[in-house]
């Protein structure tokens, strides 16, 4: 059984302040997708990094997946009340025959005080 | 920018009772999935589908639950006898590769 554990679970910082949220496993993922969710509503999809080492921007935000794709990082830089909410990773497993299956880390809620 | 849809927005069922949630996949995607997620917990993975069949399920995918594409457009998630544990948010996705996955607003299904 594929495990995604993120760190921090919650994150209160101020308008301004820089923040990385972190997402670790044991296991290798083909693939790893960062996604946004608000209260009631599916998640959203920010960005999806497939090689190890890879580094994607969006803008304040900064993704990296690990060499050895086991784990992942999202950092915002500046953050603005507008970034609060519940952070998501998910891998899709390396290998075998698993077709997309995704397993999510249990995620991370940013709270950005103005 | 087209999206994943799905309906209704909320049902509410008595246990017991059979529930079609349904979803519309973006037109050129190939790759069709079915999520829940428990009040409070994470998103877990139900089934895959593809080429009109089955690629993976879980181990929740069980016998009480079947998928189906009736139309070429819609791709339905049928719970044939609904139990208490089944309350969640039904998450569709679809994506055109298997590693990036789309996912619609989702069903909140509330078993009483």
């Known amino acids: 059984t594929q495990l995604l554990e993120q760190s921090p679970q919650f994150l209160s910082i101020q308008e301004g302040e820089n923040l990385t949220v972190y997402c670790n496993s044991s296991?290798?993922?083909?693939?790893l997708q960062w996604y946004r969710q608000e209260p009631g509503e599916g998640p959203v999809l920010l960005v999806t990094v497939v090689t190890g080492g890879e580094v994607k921007k969006l803008k304040r935000l900064t993704f990296q997946f690990g060499d050895a794709r086991k784990d992942s990082s999202l950092h915002i830089t500046a953050a603005q009340p507008g970034d609060t909410g519940l952070y998501l990773c998910a891998g899709a497993p390396a290998g075998g025959t698993s077709y997309g299956k995704l397993t999510f880390g249990q995620g991370t809620i940013l709270t950005v005080h103005p | 920018e087209p999206e994943v849809t799905q309906t209704p927005s909320h049902q509410v069922t008595q246990m017991g009772q059979e529930v079609i949630l349904r979803c519309v996949p973006i037109?050129?995607?190939?790759?069709f999935y079915w999520y829940r997620q428990i009040l409070g917990q994470k998103v877990e993975f139900l089934v895959s589908f593809y080429n009109n069949e089955i690629s993976e399920k879980s181990e929740i995918f069980d016998d009480q639950f079947s998928v189906e594409r009736p139309d070429g457009s819609n791709f339905t998630l049928k719970i044939r006898s609904t139990k208490l544990e089944d309350s969640a948010m039904y998450f569709c996705?679809?994506?055109?590769?298997?590693?990036?996955?789309?996912f619609g607003p989702g069903t909140r299904l509330l078993v009483l």
């Open positions: 296991s290798v993922f083909s693939s």
């Open positions: 996705a679809s994506g055109r590769a298997e590693e990036t996955q789309y």
């Open positions: 037109s050129n995607h190939l790759y």
